[in-house]
């Protein structure tokens, strides 16, 4: 009975073994109570450990590998060299999949994205209320208009004259209207800024978010800031320098026209046929 996974981020042991900063040990055993469960009560083999869940027998990595640095070759000739994964596993390129949310957007966002000047766009959606506070108020402080995603949390107290706060907002239609997008570095929110060429200042919350903007420092595309510097003034400089250096959008472009050769949901459609094929695995 495969295991397909699809891995949302850079956290995959083709990347983390030629990082210069490799993750901690995971815990094997994490997550898996109810997958046991039901494995027991299907007749199929337990998962392994939680890296293997991540992983599954076919991983489809959703990137272009003009992001990662590593050829589609050798991304598929990957073989696992520990007991954490099933010896089975294999990643396979896609590309690209993220969110498109059929929602409007709302009267004063509309009015902010029609506005001179540069326009920031700030997504953090993960992050705590008082998080996403002091991200805008740095923000703010560098002269930037700002558009806030607030989603579940009551943020309508940041509004004012150069911010602008929705709810969950359609960050696919956003995305090619602003100059720049600060997020915690997910891979939606990445790949929704990618594809429209925009480039990102991330604050990441978590190790995979952390991963996933290592690999778009290195393309050139995103700048990267530890959550414990916000309110220090360091995000207002760093919003000024990234806006004022055409080198990050072009980084970001860059890998927009990745994307536009790549159909995300399609190739990994294929890729789960190719896999179940008969005679295919390899």
Request: net charge negative; glycine share 10%; proline share 10%.
């Amino acid at each position: 009975m495969p295991l397909v996974a699809q891995h949302a981020g850079a956290w995959i042991p083709p990347l983390l073994e030629r990082s210069e900063r490799p993750p901690s040990p995971a815990m094997p055993r994490l997550y898996l109570s109810g997958f046991d469960a039901l494995a027991d009560e299907l007749g199929a083999p337990r998962v392994p450990s939680f890296p293997a869940l991540l992983l599954g027998d076919l991983s489809l990595v959703t990137e272009a590998p003009e992001d990662y640095g590593v050829r589609e070759a050798e991304m598929s000739a990957w073989r696992p060299s520990e007991d954490l994964c099933w010896p089975t596993t294999r990643f396979v390129y896609t590309g690209p999949i993220f969110a498109r949310l059929d929602r409007p957007i709302s009267p004063p966002v509309e009015a902010a994205l029609r506005r001179e000047g540069s326009i920031v766009y700030v997504a953090m959606t993960s992050a705590p209320a008082d998080l996403v506070r002091a991200a805008v108020r740095e923000v703010a402080s560098a002269g930037a208009e700002v558009v806030v995603a607030a989603t579940m949390d009551d943020l309508s107290d940041l509004a004012g004259p150069r911010v602008a706060v929705g709810g969950i907002l359609p960050s696919h239609r956003i995305a090619p209207r602003v100059a720049l997008a600060v997020t915690t570095g997910g891979q939606g929110s990445l790949q929704n800024a990618m594809a429209a060429g925009t480039p990102v200042i991330g604050i990441p919350l978590q190790p995979e978010q952390e991963a996933n903007l290592r690999w778009l420092e290195g393309a050139g595309a995103a700048r990267s800031l530890p959550p414990e510097s916000l309110g220090q003034g360091v995000l207002a400089g760093l919003v000024r320098e990234t806006l004022a250096t055409p080198g990050y959008r072009l980084g970001a472009q860059r890998i927009a026209a990745a994307y536009a050769q790549r159909d995300g949901p399609g190739l990994s459609a294929e890729a789960i046929l190719h896999y179940l094929a008969p005679g295919d695995r390899q």
